[in-house]
């Protein structure tokens, strides 16, 4: 079973940045795609970016521009750099790790950006 543990969200006001960090307990993390989801309460769960395996990243259009995501393979972490906020950016932020029929998430962080 693996463990991830997101870490990094807070209270920031708008206009500012935070650096979220998913540090997976996974020995083959090298090998899996990597993502980070945010949820409101009363709403679904929505994609933020992905990077995969290989390095390549997508991100949602409410993102693009605003945050960067990246991997370290050595530390089994990734993180998600968010700049500009907004306060629609308010939100729990989950990471997940899948790949090699594997499907794990981890326990949120609360990221909340005042006006």
């Known amino acids: 079973q693996v463990r991830l543990v997101e870490s990094g969200g807070g209270l920031v006001q708008a206009g500012g940045s935070l650096r979220l960090s998913c540090a997976s307990s996974g020995s083959a993390f090298r090998f899996k795609n990597m993502a980070w989801f945010r949820q409101v309460p009363g709403k679904q769960r929505e994609f933020v970016a992905v990077?995969?395996?290989?390095?390549?990243?997508n991100y949602a259009d409410s993102v693009k521009g605003r945050c960067t995501i990246s991997r370290d393979d050595a530390k089994n972490t990734m993180y998600l750099q968010m700049n500009s906020l907004k306060p629609e950016d308010t939100a729990v932020y989950y990471c997940r790790e899948t790949g090699r029929g594997d499907d794990y998430w981890g326990q949120g962080t609360q990221v909340t950006v005042s006006s």
């Open positions: 990077i995969t395996s290989s390095g390549a990243t």
